[in-house]
């Protein structure tokens, strides 16, 4: 019965390499894609359902309809969450997910900013804190 001794920059002791489902850096990404999924829900079905929830702007480049901002952010915020519980269990296809709908939810988040700035900025917080999570304790050999 040998113990591995801790090495610095070692991530399999932390549960993120071989042999183990899910670690911790992995659970916080998991955690994170399934927040920022429920807020991105909730923010569709706010502008879905009442179009006063959020403030008329002027002349903007990427202006729709509430109703349409809304069902963008409902799909991208579905498939976010459901990125979300696939990495739960560890799938490294989900990891892959995971980044790509991040991505495209910061792009959707920067593109609502006239709307909603402070939501807006939270969501871009999260996305980008997801990416960073899922790439630093990405082993694809373990995988």
Request: proline share 3%.
């Amino acid at each position: 019965m040998s113990q591995k001794t801790p090495v610095p920059g070692d991530s399999s002791l932390a549960g993120d390499g071989a042999g183990s489902t899910i670690g911790g850096g992995t659970l916080f990404a998991a955690i994170m894609l399934l927040v920022g999924g429920l807020l991105g829900i909730i923010q569709g079905i706010a502008a879905i359902a009442e179009d006063d929830v959020y403030a008329r702007i002027g002349n903007y480049v990427f202006e729709f309809d509430l109703t349409a901002w809304g069902w963008i952010h409902l799909i991208v915020g579905i498939i976010v969450a459901l990125a979300g519980v696939g990495l739960f269990a560890g799938s490294n296809a989900a990891r892959i997910a995971g980044v790509t709908v991040a991505g495209i939810s910061v792009i959707v988040n920067f593109l609502w900013l006239p709307y909603q700035p402070w939501w807006s900025f939270i969501l871009i917080a999260i996305g980008i804190g997801i990416i960073w999570t899922l790439c630093a304790h990405w082993h694809p050999a373990a995988d």
